[in-house]
């Protein structure tokens, strides 16, 4: 689709004869027959390229220039000066106040439209290199998340085996072998899995930009999931202290989702809890309720709670809480919980009261039953 070019001349018959000679080019053209015309017509709806006479009543050529390079909406669109004046003087000043080429009237068609072409040209390239500046820095800052979000989640899993080896080093002799209940060594293992699967979501940057997840969905029992989490999760639940309460009926339905990914949800829930409530005890809940085809899950604390004003941007990225100060991160957590959750078709939200603690409500999917 050829571009929409603005003639400016006072002279009708220098317009009709641009206007012929444009067109059966394919160009749109609009005209304007002083300065005062075209800044409106500009103003509705920018050319992609201007010929602008010099020599006209009211404003001439140059203010007309200065200004529309004075203002950001208009100041890219390439402007050449078409005027009958050819002394160097009244070239230099075209390209002074902003003119990208001029030519000399009287005019050749085949040069207004070899110049009118080599301009857009310009301008066509121009863009091309914005939008790839835009597309890398974009790129670049998804990049940037995903390294801020692992070194998040990774805190984690590697704080719980190095309390579980600090604590049987602690009561260890110097000179006997240190023997793991197998328990602890499949826990450990288990937290070394995650810290790999972690550090394989760095792909996920991309993920994350365009909010396309891709999930490892699977029928998963969140009780068994939980009753897991709490285990590994014990020691830095001891050493805060604090308490884990498990709350679900004993028959429950399997969820459609990426166990790896509810694990960082939860990791991320619980981790924020310890690290904003520094006072003691503190007690945390996770409930599980089969509801309409879905399982919700809530993780309630009875910590300080959170302003109500800070409750719509909770789940955004570089979000922090009210002691941020006093904790290092990023303020990626909750905006990940939020991912995770979106890209499994749930929903995420919070309630909180000042003093009395915070509850975050997440929904999951039930694994669709198998036809009779």
């Not at 939008?131 to 995903?146: D, F, G, H």
């Amino acid at each position: 689709m050829k571009e929409n070019l603005l003639i400016v001349d006072d002279n009708p018959d220098n317009l009709r004869l641009l206007t012929a000679t444009l067109s059966e080019q394919g160009y749109h053209i609009r005209k304007a027959l002083n300065g005062a015309i075209a800044l409106k017509s500009i103003e509705q709806v920018p050319p992609d390229l201007i010929l602008l006479d010099i020599t006209m009543p009211g404003m001439n050529g140059y203010e007309v220039c200065q200004v529309l390079k004075n203002q950001p909406t208009t100041q890219e669109i390439p402007i050449i000066f078409i005027s009958a004046l050819d002394a160097v003087l009244d070239k230099v000043q075209a390209f002074e106040v902003g003119g990208s080429d001029y030519i000399t009237k009287p005019f050749q068609g085949q040069e207004v439209i070899a110049r009118i072409e080599n301009q857009l040209t310009i301008q066509r390239q121009r863009r091309q290199l914005q939008a790839e500046i835009q597309e890398r820095q974009k790129a670049e800052q998804a990049l940037q998340m995903s390294l801020q979000i692992v070194s998040h989640d990774l805190r984690n899993p590697v704080l719980g085996m190095a309390m579980i080896l600090n604590n049987y080093l602690k009561n260890a002799s110097p000179t006997e072998p240190i023997l793991f209940p197998s328990e602890v060594l499949q826990r450990m293992a288990q937290s070394c899995d995650r810290q790999l699967a972690l550090i394989n979501s760095l792909v996920m940057s991309q993920q994350l930009e365009t909010q396309t997840i891709t999930l490892n969905r699977q029928p998963l029992d969140l009780g068994e999931l939980l009753q897991n989490f709490a285990a590994e999760w014990h020691p830095q639940l001891e050493a805060h202290p604090a308490q884990l309460i498990l709350d679900y009926p004993a028959s429950l339905p399997s969820v459609s989702a990426d166990s790896n990914l509810i694990w960082r949800v939860l990791e991320n829930l619980v981790a924020n809890a310890l690290k904003y409530n520094p006072q003691n005890p503190l007690i945390m809940t996770i409930r599980l309720e089969p509801q309409a085809g879905q399982m919700i899950c809530s993780v309630a604390d009875n910590g300080i709670g959170i302003p109500a004003d800070l409750l719509t941007s909770l789940f955004q990225a570089y979000q922090r809480g009210n002691r941020a100060s006093q904790s290092p991160g990023f303020g990626l957590g909750l905006y990940l919980c939020r991912q995770i959750i979106e890209a499994h078709q749930g929903q995420i939200a919070a309630t909180s009261e000042l003093g009395a603690g915070l509850t975050i409500v997440f929904t999951l999917p039930l694994t669709a039953s198998p036809p009779a």
